[in-house]
């Protein structure tokens, strides 16, 4: 497909457990963003991949998450040790440098 | 960097009346201004856009206005159905702030009574 997808669709864990979340951005998008959501809530800005540049990584709320994006296309989105307050649905986005982002389906984050 | 705020944050409405969403911003260096929509279960999808060369566009019921002046846009929808029950989200382009290329408003959660 041409649109930005995500895996999984779902994800249950246990607490203490790490999770990796996978978004495969649109095909020559140089931008590739992650934000998370909670129920209700608008988008929670986490991390900013522009290129070859270092990644804005202003909004990870802790140092139990980390994002990678391998040779400018996948990214995996990596929270270790999660705990209740992670879930949420965690949204992935794409881009060109500017204009409209294009997002995912998103992944549901349940942490028991 | 930018900033946009968005009002309201829950917005109910009968079914054929029109709604109106309003959002700021503060960088007038900012051009482009899209509306996302998002219905439940699924992620944000574009339903117009404004660049500031332009004070408002239509798309059949929707639209949106720019007051670069006053630095705010609206969206408005006339005629609702339900299906456009869904949370519309505003975004200001970002320059040389942190976070990426769009700033987001918070949303607002619109529901459409029958």
């Known amino acids: 497909g041409a649109g930005v997808s995500q895996s999984p669709s779902n994800k249950v864990t246990e607490k203490g457990k790490d999770v990796e979340l996978r978004c495969d951005p649109i095909?020559?998008?140089?931008?590739l963003y992650w934000y998370r959501q909670s129920l209700g809530q608008g988008l929670e800005f986490l991390i900013y991949f522009q290129g070859n540049s270092a990644p804005d990584k202003s909004g990870l709320p802790s140092d139990r998450f980390s994002a990678e994006r391998t040779g400018g296309s996948v990214s995996t989105l990596t929270i270790q040790r999660t705990q209740q307050e992670d879930s949420a649905v965690y949204l992935c986005?794409?881009?060109?440098?500017?204009?409209?982002?294009?997002f995912g389906p998103g992944t549901r984050l349940t942490v028991l | 960097g930018e900033n946009v705020e968005q009002h309201p944050s829950t917005l109910s409405v009968q079914e054929g009346d029109s709604a109106v969403i309003k959002c700021t911003y503060s960088?007038?260096?900012?051009?482009?201004f899209p509306w996302y929509k998002q219905e439940l279960g699924k992620g944000p999808q574009l339903i117009i856009d404004?660049?500031?060369?332009?004070g408002e566009k239509k798309d059949q019921r929707i639209a949106v206005t720019l007051n670069k002046t006053a630095k705010h846009f609206s969206l408005h929808i006339t005629e609702t159905q339900p299906e456009d029950s869904a949370v519309y989200f505003c975004a200001g382009e970002n320059y040389g702030g942190s976070q990426g290329n769009l700033i987001f408003g918070k949303g607002t959660k619109l529901s459409v009574k029958p």
């Open positions: 960088d007038s260096a900012s051009n482009y």
């Open positions: 095909s020559g998008h140089t931008a």
């Open positions: 404004i660049r500031s060369n332009v």
């Open positions: 986005a794409s881009s060109r440098p500017l204009g409209e982002q294009f």
